[in-house]
């Protein structure tokens, strides 16, 4: 096996891994309820395991190669995207702890977190999936391997967030409604 392909499938499985793990400590905890997620934690995690299912077979296509041809370079560039998607991923949900679900919920006592990512973005931890996204396609260095990796999970990902932001406007109230006023959803500043 290619030392390139091996590299990109052990950080990916370690990446799924990792939300998988997610998932069975929301249920552990007694936490992960559905109630409010109309079905958007598997939506989401459907449409990333298919972006990256698809990306690869679509990799072979030679014509959609990046200009230059595939480098090394590039290829590091890829991971180191993707390395950034997952600290920043890892970090928003450090920075809300036990308020951090898998799913759309919130406890009574949660209140809004305006700290470390959160002071520019409100999703930061789906901003931090698109970067492992847009990282490995990158690393693929194919168009389209790049567009239906970041495509396909960025659709289910604005689904989840429409739903979400409507959650925690009912839950959290006018804070909640203040802090979508000053911060952008995915992008700091832009969007």
């Known amino acids: ?42 939506f989401n995690f459907i449409a990333l395991f298919a972006g990256f299912a698809i990306a690869g077979p679509l990799n072979g296509t030679a014509r959609f190669f990046f200009p ?48 470390g990512p959160y002071r520019l973005i409100r999703h930061p931890s789906y901003s931090g999936l698109l970067l492992i996204c847009c990282g490995y396609g990158v690393a693929l260095q194919n168009w389209l391997s790049l567009l239906a990796v970041i495509l396909i999970p960025l659709a289910a990902l604005l689904y989840r967030i429409r739903i979400e932001e409507k959650v925690l406007a009912v839950s959290l109230g006018s804070d909640y409604v203040d802090y979508q006023k000053r911060t952008k959803k995915l992008i700091p500043w832009v969007w």
């Open 68 to 115: 230059g041809g595939r480098t090394p370079t590039v290829f590091f560039i890829g991971i180191a995207i993707m390395l950034a998607g997952i600290a920043l991923r890892v970090w928003a949900i450090a920075v809300l702890g036990n308020s951090f679900r898998t799913t759309i919920e919130t406890d009574t006592s949660q209140k809004v977190i305006s700290s």
């Open 1 to 42: 096996m290619d030392l390139y392909v091996l590299l990109i499938s052990i950080l990916s499985f370690v990446w799924f891994s990792f939300e998988i793990g997610l998932m069975v400590r929301d249920a552990a905890q007694g936490k992960g309820k559905t109630t409010n997620d109309k079905g958007t934690r598997y």
